[in-house]
């Protein structure tokens, strides 16, 4: 046979940017989020030929990264932390340009929003996967990850006190409105 | 003579009427602000240069497979 598929490597430094973000997302640190890219780099390698080339990379390595994430969250025994607004810590505050909404704003109230929520949305919205894949990487249901999309726009929305162009009309997304849960203030 | 049938011409059927509804904006698409926000916060990331540590991983690795491999 020949050698491993050449492209393994350059696929897996092309996914690293993603996969980083996603795990500062979850980590809100820079340095966590680093350990967690390493781990996933070293995980994914080894189990290489569970994956198919050409299939979706990054879905597979984000996969990857969170069930370590979480793995390590129960591990350390503590609840998964609201970090303190996602990038808010680490991240300067880029001016806006358009004066449409301050991103600081933006980050504080991302970072307000429960952990599953937040994850949901920037699954879709920042990553730009699908709401199947999301599914896939979050390991639940797809109706589960739009009504999570729905209700984090809605309270980023509220927060911020914004429409958007695209206020859409109810059930879109979530057939059952959930919100019994609400703020964990 | 030529009481040709006449070739129908071909008057395709009026298109369906488009969905009544106009489709919404995806919610999270390149119209939204929340959509926009949450991309431009990912690009700040994304952007930063990649650890020198990762990189040096990866060909950590594809070396070491490729010595294996021979």
Redesign the interface.
């Known amino acids: 046979m020949s ?2 598929p050449p492209s393994f ?1 350059s696929a ?2 092309a996914a ?3 996969l ?2 996603f795990a ?1 997302s979850l980590s809100g640190r820079h340095d966590v989020a ?1 350990d967690l ?2 781990e996933t ?2 995980k994914a ?1 080894a189990k290489q030929d569970a994956f198919t080339l050409g299939t979706n990379m990054n879905a597979w390595l984000f996969t990857i990264l969170r069930n370590l994430f979480y793995s390590q969250m129960r591990k350390r025994g503590r609840e998964i932390q609201d970090t303190d607004g ?2 808010t810590a680490r ?1 300067g505050v ?1 001016p806006s340009h358009d004066g ?2 301050d ?1 600081a704003d ?2 504080r109230a ?1 970072g307000e929003l429960p952990p599953d929520q937040r994850e949901a ?2 699954l ?4 730009g996967f699908s709401y199947e894949e999301a599914a896939v990487i979050c390991g639940c249901a797809v109706g589960t990850i739009k009504s999570r ?1 729905s209700r984090a ?1 809605s309270r ?2 509220a927060t911020l006190g ?1 429409s ?3 206020d ?2 109810p059930g ?1 997304a979530s057939s059952t409105p959930v919100v019994t849960r609400a703020i964990a203030s | 003579m030529n009481a040709v049938t006449e070739i129908p011409t071909k008057d395709p059927p009026a298109p369906p009427p488009r969905r009544a509804r106009p489709r919404r904006p995806d919610p999270l698409g390149p119209d939204s602000e929340i959509g926009s926000r949450l991309r431009e916060l990912y690009a700040e990331v994304e952007g930063e240069p990649l650890p020198a540590r990762l990189i040096a991983l990866l060909e950590q690795l594809d070396e070491a497979e490729r010595r294996g491999s021979e």
């Open positions: 050698d491993s490597k897996m430094l690293l940017p993603a980083r973000a500062m680093d890219v390493q780099v070293m390698w996602v990038f991240l880029a449409r909404l991103l933006f980050k991302l949305i920037l879709i919205g920042a990553s999309v726009r980023l929305q914004i958007g162009a695209a859409y009309g879109a």
